[in-house]
Protein backbone atom coordinates (compact mmCIF):
# COMPACT_ATOMS: atom_id res chain seq x y z
CA UNK A 1 0.00 0.00 0.00
CA UNK A 2 1.52 3.33 -0.84
CA UNK A 3 -0.69 5.30 1.07
CA UNK A 4 -1.97 8.91 0.79
CA UNK A 5 1.04 10.80 2.05
CA UNK A 6 1.95 12.30 -1.31
CA UNK A 7 3.06 15.51 -2.87
CA UNK A 8 1.05 17.80 -5.12
CA UNK A 9 2.20 16.53 -8.25
CA UNK A 10 2.43 12.60 -7.66
CA UNK A 11 4.77 10.94 -9.83
CA UNK A 12 2.28 7.93 -10.63
CA UNK A 13 -0.61 10.49 -12.03
CA UNK A 14 -1.14 9.83 -15.75
CA UNK A 15 -1.18 11.92 -18.46
CA UNK A 16 -4.86 12.21 -21.16
CA UNK A 17 -4.28 12.26 -24.06
CA UNK A 18 -8.31 13.22 -26.43
CA UNK A 19 -7.58 13.13 -29.88
CA UNK A 20 -10.14 13.96 -32.48
CA UNK A 21 -13.39 12.31 -30.78
CA UNK A 22 -16.55 13.00 -32.04
CA UNK A 23 -19.96 11.35 -30.76
CA UNK A 24 -23.20 11.88 -32.54
CA UNK A 25 -26.94 10.89 -31.55
CA UNK A 26 -28.53 11.11 -34.93
CA UNK A 27 -27.97 14.18 -36.17
CA UNK A 28 -26.72 15.95 -33.23
CA UNK A 29 -23.01 16.00 -32.30
CA UNK A 30 -22.73 15.55 -28.51
CA UNK A 31 -19.05 15.65 -28.86
CA UNK A 32 -17.46 16.91 -32.41
CA UNK A 33 -13.82 16.42 -32.91
CA UNK A 34 -12.54 17.01 -29.68
CA UNK A 35 -8.88 16.70 -28.74
CA UNK A 36 -7.88 17.83 -25.74
CA UNK A 37 -4.10 17.34 -23.44
CA UNK A 38 -4.61 16.80 -19.82
CA UNK A 39 -1.20 16.63 -17.75
CA UNK A 40 -0.05 14.63 -15.56
CA UNK A 41 -1.46 16.14 -11.88
CA UNK A 42 -3.39 18.87 -13.30
CA UNK A 43 -6.76 19.40 -11.82
CA UNK A 44 -8.92 19.90 -15.31
CA UNK A 45 -12.29 21.69 -15.48
CA UNK A 46 -15.21 21.04 -18.68
CA UNK A 47 -17.36 23.78 -17.86
CA UNK A 48 -20.45 24.53 -19.90
CA UNK A 49 -23.98 24.88 -20.12
CA UNK A 50 -26.27 21.75 -20.06
CA UNK A 51 -26.35 19.95 -23.16
CA UNK A 52 -22.88 21.71 -23.73
CA UNK A 53 -21.33 17.48 -23.93
CA UNK A 54 -18.84 18.13 -20.68
CA UNK A 55 -21.09 15.03 -19.37
CA UNK A 56 -20.63 12.86 -22.58
CA UNK A 57 -16.76 13.51 -22.59
CA UNK A 58 -16.23 12.61 -18.91
CA UNK A 59 -18.33 9.30 -19.63
CA UNK A 60 -16.70 8.56 -22.91
CA UNK A 61 -12.99 8.74 -20.09
CA UNK A 62 -14.70 6.64 -17.94
CA UNK A 63 -15.53 4.23 -20.31
CA UNK A 64 -19.38 4.79 -20.21
CA UNK A 65 -19.35 5.94 -23.56
CA UNK A 66 -18.32 5.02 -26.97
CA UNK A 67 -17.25 7.21 -29.22
CA UNK A 68 -17.82 6.87 -33.10
CA UNK A 69 -14.13 7.60 -33.64
CA UNK A 70 -11.40 8.83 -32.15
CA UNK A 71 -8.29 8.50 -29.84
CA UNK A 72 -8.31 7.93 -26.15
CA UNK A 73 -5.20 7.94 -23.83
CA UNK A 74 -4.19 7.03 -20.44
CA UNK A 75 -0.49 7.93 -20.27
CA UNK A 76 1.18 5.40 -23.12
CA UNK A 77 -2.13 3.38 -22.99
CA UNK A 78 -4.93 3.54 -26.03
CA UNK A 79 -8.42 2.80 -23.91
CA UNK A 80 -10.36 3.80 -26.27
CA UNK A 81 -12.04 0.30 -26.19
CA UNK A 82 -11.10 -0.16 -22.87
CA UNK A 83 -13.97 -1.33 -20.72
CA UNK A 84 -14.90 0.71 -17.46
CA UNK A 85 -13.81 -1.63 -14.89
CA UNK A 86 -10.11 -2.20 -16.73
CA UNK A 87 -9.60 1.78 -16.81
CA UNK A 88 -8.72 2.15 -13.15
CA UNK A 89 -9.92 5.41 -12.69
CA UNK A 90 -11.87 6.84 -9.40
CA UNK A 91 -15.53 8.05 -10.43
CA UNK A 92 -17.55 10.35 -8.27
CA UNK A 93 -20.87 11.12 -9.69
CA UNK A 94 -24.12 13.84 -9.01
CA UNK A 95 -25.97 11.81 -6.60
CA UNK A 96 -22.75 10.13 -4.96
CA UNK A 97 -24.47 6.65 -5.98
CA UNK A 98 -23.91 5.15 -2.44
CA UNK A 99 -25.16 1.85 -1.31
CA UNK A 100 -27.70 2.46 1.92
CA UNK A 101 -28.01 -1.36 2.80
CA UNK A 102 -23.67 -0.37 3.37
CA UNK A 103 -21.71 1.09 6.16
CA UNK A 104 -19.77 3.96 4.96
CA UNK A 105 -16.40 0.97 5.39
CA UNK A 106 -18.42 -1.23 3.51
CA UNK A 107 -19.23 1.53 0.67
CA UNK A 108 -15.53 2.90 0.86
CA UNK A 109 -14.27 -0.85 0.60
CA UNK A 110 -16.66 -2.17 -2.18
CA UNK A 111 -13.95 -1.10 -5.08
CA UNK A 112 -11.11 -3.00 -3.01
CA UNK A 113 -13.16 -6.16 -2.50
CA UNK A 114 -13.67 -6.28 -5.96
CA UNK A 115 -10.14 -6.40 -6.72
CA UNK A 116 -9.90 -9.72 -4.69
CA UNK A 117 -7.81 -7.55 -1.72
CA UNK A 118 -7.36 -9.08 1.49
CA UNK A 119 -9.75 -8.02 4.55
CA UNK A 120 -6.87 -6.94 7.01
CA UNK A 121 -5.20 -4.84 3.49
CA UNK A 122 -9.05 -3.45 2.56
CA UNK A 123 -9.58 -2.38 6.74
CA UNK A 124 -6.60 -0.55 6.65
CA UNK A 125 -6.96 1.19 3.39
CA UNK A 126 -10.63 2.36 4.07
CA UNK A 127 -9.64 4.06 7.33
CA UNK A 128 -6.33 6.05 5.50
CA UNK A 129 -9.06 6.85 2.87
CA UNK A 130 -11.56 7.75 5.65
CA UNK A 131 -9.28 10.29 7.54
CA UNK A 132 -8.07 11.80 4.23
CA UNK A 133 -11.31 12.84 3.69
CA UNK A 134 -11.86 14.01 7.75
CA UNK A 135 -14.22 11.14 8.42
CA UNK A 136 -12.56 9.11 10.97
CA UNK A 137 -14.30 6.78 13.02
CA UNK A 138 -16.95 7.05 10.77
CA UNK A 139 -16.72 3.10 9.13
CA UNK A 140 -19.54 1.87 10.87
CA UNK A 141 -22.08 4.48 10.83
CA UNK A 142 -24.90 3.62 8.20
CA UNK A 143 -25.43 6.24 4.78
CA UNK A 144 -28.67 7.86 6.06
CA UNK A 145 -27.30 9.12 9.47
CA UNK A 146 -24.94 11.22 7.07
CA UNK A 147 -24.85 14.71 5.90
CA UNK A 148 -25.04 15.70 2.61
CA UNK A 149 -21.47 17.21 3.11
CA UNK A 150 -20.66 13.50 4.50
CA UNK A 151 -22.01 11.41 2.13
CA UNK A 152 -19.90 13.35 -0.42
CA UNK A 153 -16.88 12.56 1.42
CA UNK A 154 -17.56 9.15 1.23
CA UNK A 155 -17.97 9.03 -2.58
CA UNK A 156 -14.61 10.54 -2.80
CA UNK A 157 -12.95 8.07 -0.20
CA UNK A 158 -14.41 5.38 -2.28
CA UNK A 159 -13.36 6.42 -5.40
CA UNK A 160 -9.61 7.20 -4.35
CA UNK A 161 -9.24 4.01 -1.44
CA UNK A 162 -7.95 1.79 -4.94
CA UNK A 163 -5.10 5.20 -5.25
CA UNK A 164 -6.27 5.56 -8.95
CA UNK A 165 -4.34 7.66 -11.10
CA UNK A 166 -6.83 9.36 -12.68
CA UNK A 167 -9.84 10.87 -10.96
CA UNK A 168 -12.86 11.46 -12.39
CA UNK A 169 -15.93 13.71 -10.44
CA UNK A 170 -19.03 14.41 -12.49
CA UNK A 171 -20.79 17.58 -10.77
CA UNK A 172 -20.00 16.09 -6.82
CA UNK A 173 -21.06 19.27 -5.35
CA UNK A 174 -24.54 20.31 -6.95
CA UNK A 175 -26.85 18.71 -4.14
CA UNK A 176 -25.17 20.66 -1.79
CA UNK A 177 -26.34 24.16 0.20
CA UNK A 178 -24.24 26.78 -1.53
CA UNK A 179 -22.27 27.21 2.12
CA UNK A 180 -21.32 23.55 2.20
CA UNK A 181 -20.73 23.65 -1.39
CA UNK A 182 -17.87 26.84 -0.67
CA UNK A 183 -16.44 24.76 1.78
CA UNK A 184 -15.71 21.52 0.01
CA UNK A 185 -14.86 23.33 -3.27
CA UNK A 186 -11.46 24.47 -1.19
CA UNK A 187 -11.97 21.05 0.76
CA UNK A 188 -11.60 19.01 -3.06
CA UNK A 189 -9.08 21.20 -3.89
CA UNK A 190 -6.44 20.70 -0.60
CA UNK A 191 -7.25 17.20 -1.17
CA UNK A 192 -6.36 17.15 -4.95
CA UNK A 193 -3.09 19.14 -3.63
CA UNK A 194 -2.56 16.31 -1.13
CA UNK A 195 -3.00 13.14 -3.69
CA UNK A 196 -1.95 14.91 -6.88
CA UNK A 197 -4.38 12.59 -8.81
CA UNK A 198 -5.18 13.78 -12.68
CA UNK A 199 -8.85 14.99 -11.97
CA UNK A 200 -11.06 16.07 -14.59
CA UNK A 201 -13.87 17.37 -13.04
CA UNK A 202 -17.51 18.35 -14.45
CA UNK A 203 -19.74 21.60 -13.13
CA UNK A 204 -22.06 24.08 -14.66
CA UNK A 205 -20.90 26.52 -12.09
CA UNK A 206 -18.62 29.05 -13.45
CA UNK A 207 -17.15 30.35 -10.12
CA UNK A 208 -16.87 26.62 -8.78
CA UNK A 209 -14.62 26.35 -11.73
CA UNK A 210 -12.74 29.13 -11.59
CA UNK A 211 -12.11 28.53 -7.32
CA UNK A 212 -10.66 24.83 -8.31
CA UNK A 213 -9.00 24.49 -11.56
CA UNK A 214 -5.37 24.14 -12.47
CA UNK A 215 -6.78 24.76 -16.40
CA UNK A 216 -10.41 25.35 -17.45
CA UNK A 217 -12.22 23.54 -20.92
CA UNK A 218 -15.61 25.54 -21.77
CA UNK A 219 -17.37 23.59 -23.59
CA UNK A 220 -20.15 24.38 -26.11
CA UNK A 221 -22.16 22.30 -28.68
CA UNK A 222 -19.69 19.24 -28.04
CA UNK A 223 -16.65 21.48 -28.97
CA UNK A 224 -13.88 23.08 -27.05
CA UNK A 225 -14.32 26.92 -27.08
CA UNK A 226 -11.34 27.60 -24.46
CA UNK A 227 -8.69 26.22 -22.91
CA UNK A 228 -6.96 28.19 -20.32
CA UNK A 229 -5.89 28.96 -16.82
CA UNK A 230 -9.06 30.60 -14.85
CA UNK A 231 -7.25 33.95 -14.76
CA UNK A 232 -6.87 34.32 -18.47
CA UNK A 233 -10.18 32.59 -19.08
CA UNK A 234 -11.55 35.36 -17.02
CA UNK A 235 -9.73 38.32 -18.58
CA UNK A 236 -8.58 37.09 -22.01
CA UNK A 237 -11.98 35.12 -23.04
CA UNK A 238 -11.76 33.77 -26.95
CA UNK A 239 -15.14 34.70 -28.29
CA UNK A 240 -18.28 36.53 -26.67
CA UNK A 241 -19.33 32.77 -25.38
CA UNK A 242 -16.86 32.39 -23.20
CA UNK A 243 -16.80 36.15 -22.01
CA UNK A 244 -20.82 35.99 -21.72
CA UNK A 245 -20.14 31.96 -19.83
CA UNK A 246 -17.35 33.12 -17.23
CA UNK A 247 -18.52 36.45 -14.81
CA UNK A 248 -20.77 39.25 -15.75
CA UNK A 249 -20.37 41.42 -18.72
CA UNK A 250 -21.84 43.93 -20.90
CA UNK A 251 -20.86 44.10 -24.74
CA UNK A 252 -20.64 47.18 -26.33
CA UNK A 253 -20.02 47.31 -30.32
CA UNK A 254 -16.78 48.82 -31.98
CA UNK A 255 -15.49 49.23 -35.15
CA UNK A 256 -11.66 48.97 -36.44
CA UNK A 257 -10.02 51.77 -38.68
CA UNK A 258 -6.80 50.54 -39.28
CA UNK A 259 -5.29 49.66 -36.26
CA UNK A 260 -7.69 52.47 -34.65
CA UNK A 261 -10.40 50.53 -32.07
CA UNK A 262 -13.55 53.18 -32.19
CA UNK A 263 -16.65 53.65 -29.75
CA UNK A 264 -19.34 56.18 -30.93
CA UNK A 265 -16.33 57.31 -33.18
CA UNK A 266 -13.53 58.18 -30.32
CA UNK A 267 -10.46 55.86 -30.19
CA UNK A 268 -10.56 53.31 -27.47
CA UNK A 269 -7.30 53.13 -25.14
CA UNK A 270 -6.55 49.79 -24.63
CA UNK A 271 -3.42 47.94 -23.38
CA UNK A 272 -4.36 44.29 -24.41
CA UNK A 273 -4.14 44.04 -28.58
CA UNK A 274 -7.63 43.43 -30.32
CA UNK A 275 -8.67 40.20 -32.86
CA UNK A 276 -8.14 40.04 -35.82
CA UNK A 277 -11.92 40.26 -37.09
CA UNK A 278 -14.47 42.53 -38.11
CA UNK A 279 -16.86 41.74 -35.33
CA UNK A 280 -15.23 43.29 -32.52
CA UNK A 281 -17.04 43.95 -28.86
CA UNK A 282 -16.06 45.52 -26.16
CA UNK A 283 -16.31 43.46 -22.32
CA UNK A 284 -16.96 45.71 -20.05
CA UNK A 285 -16.79 43.62 -16.24
CA UNK A 286 -18.71 45.45 -13.74
CA UNK A 287 -15.81 45.27 -10.68
CA UNK A 288 -14.00 46.71 -13.39
CA UNK A 289 -15.95 49.97 -14.09
CA UNK A 290 -15.24 53.12 -11.78
CA UNK A 291 -17.55 56.03 -11.30
CA UNK A 292 -16.14 59.47 -11.72
CA UNK A 293 -17.52 61.94 -9.22
CA UNK A 294 -14.94 64.84 -11.06
CA UNK A 295 -15.65 64.29 -14.95
CA UNK A 296 -13.68 62.31 -17.18
CA UNK A 297 -10.33 60.69 -16.23
CA UNK A 298 -7.21 61.56 -17.88
CA UNK A 299 -5.49 58.40 -20.12
CA UNK A 300 -8.67 56.64 -19.31
CA UNK A 301 -11.82 55.51 -21.61
CA UNK A 302 -14.53 57.53 -20.20
CA UNK A 303 -18.37 57.15 -21.09
CA UNK A 304 -21.30 59.91 -20.55
CA UNK A 305 -23.75 57.81 -18.80
CA UNK A 306 -27.42 58.38 -16.87
CA UNK A 307 -28.11 56.16 -14.22
CA UNK A 308 -31.35 53.89 -14.86
CA UNK A 309 -31.00 51.51 -11.59
CA UNK A 310 -29.45 51.14 -8.28
CA UNK A 311 -29.34 48.03 -6.52
CA UNK A 312 -27.76 47.15 -2.77
CA UNK A 313 -26.59 44.09 -2.22
CA UNK A 314 -25.21 44.59 0.69
CA UNK A 315 -21.29 44.64 0.46
CA UNK A 316 -21.57 46.06 -2.71
CA UNK A 317 -24.11 47.95 -4.90
CA UNK A 318 -25.10 47.42 -8.82
CA UNK A 319 -25.75 50.66 -10.92
CA UNK A 320 -26.87 49.93 -14.12
CA UNK A 321 -26.24 53.03 -16.63
CA UNK A 322 -27.54 54.35 -20.01
CA UNK A 323 -25.29 55.60 -22.43
CA UNK A 324 -25.38 58.62 -23.74
CA UNK A 325 -24.31 57.24 -27.19
CA UNK A 326 -26.62 54.28 -26.59
CA UNK A 327 -26.43 50.61 -24.96
CA UNK A 328 -25.81 49.83 -21.31
CA UNK A 329 -23.03 49.55 -18.71
CA UNK A 330 -23.50 47.78 -15.46
CA UNK A 331 -20.65 48.70 -12.28
CA UNK A 332 -20.32 46.76 -9.29
CA UNK A 333 -19.12 48.97 -6.51
CA UNK A 334 -17.71 48.22 -2.64
CA UNK A 335 -20.19 49.70 -0.09
CA UNK A 336 -16.59 50.14 2.14
CA UNK A 337 -16.43 53.58 2.29
CA UNK A 338 -19.66 54.38 1.05
CA UNK A 339 -23.03 54.73 2.52
CA UNK A 340 -26.76 54.08 1.13
CA UNK A 341 -27.49 57.63 0.61
CA UNK A 342 -24.32 58.08 -0.73
CA UNK A 343 -25.06 55.82 -3.87
CA UNK A 344 -25.97 57.63 -7.18
CA UNK A 345 -29.91 58.17 -7.89
CA UNK A 346 -31.51 57.35 -10.73
CA UNK A 347 -32.13 59.72 -13.50
CA UNK A 348 -28.08 61.52 -11.99
CA UNK A 349 -25.67 61.81 -14.89
CA UNK A 350 -22.19 60.18 -14.70
CA UNK A 351 -19.16 59.59 -15.90
CA UNK A 352 -18.19 56.11 -16.22
CA UNK A 353 -14.33 55.30 -16.60
CA UNK A 354 -12.15 52.22 -17.62
CA UNK A 355 -8.73 52.05 -17.33
CA UNK A 356 -6.81 50.70 -20.41
CA UNK A 357 -5.57 47.81 -19.08
CA UNK A 358 -9.46 46.54 -17.77
CA UNK A 359 -10.45 47.75 -21.80
CA UNK A 360 -11.03 44.13 -23.53
CA UNK A 361 -11.82 43.67 -27.10
CA UNK A 362 -13.22 40.33 -27.92
CA UNK A 363 -14.49 38.28 -30.96
CA UNK A 364 -18.23 39.53 -30.92
CA UNK A 365 -19.71 36.74 -33.28
CA UNK A 366 -21.82 33.94 -31.39
CA UNK A 367 -19.53 30.99 -31.71
Known amino acids: ?21 TKTYGAVHALNDVSLEVESGEFLTLLGPSGSGKTTLLMVLAGFTRPDCGSLKFGDREVIRTPPHLRDVGMTFQSYALFPHMTVAGNVGYPLKLRKVSK ?27 SGGQRQRVAVARAIVFEPRILLMDEPLSALDKKLRDQMQIELRH ?45 RPANRFVADFIGESTFLPVSRQGQTILFDGQPLLHDIPAPDTDTL ?65 VGDALTLCLAPEDTVLIDGSEQ
Open 120 to 146: PDIAARVEAALDTVQLGGFGDRRIDQL
Open 191 to 235: LHEKLGMTTVYVTHDQREALTMSDRIAVVNHGRIMQLATPRDLYD
Open 1 to 21: MRGFAVTSRNSDALPISIRNV
Open 281 to 345: SLMVRPERVVLSRDGPREGANNFAATATDVVYQGDSYLLHAALASGGQIVLRGAMRGANVTSLPS
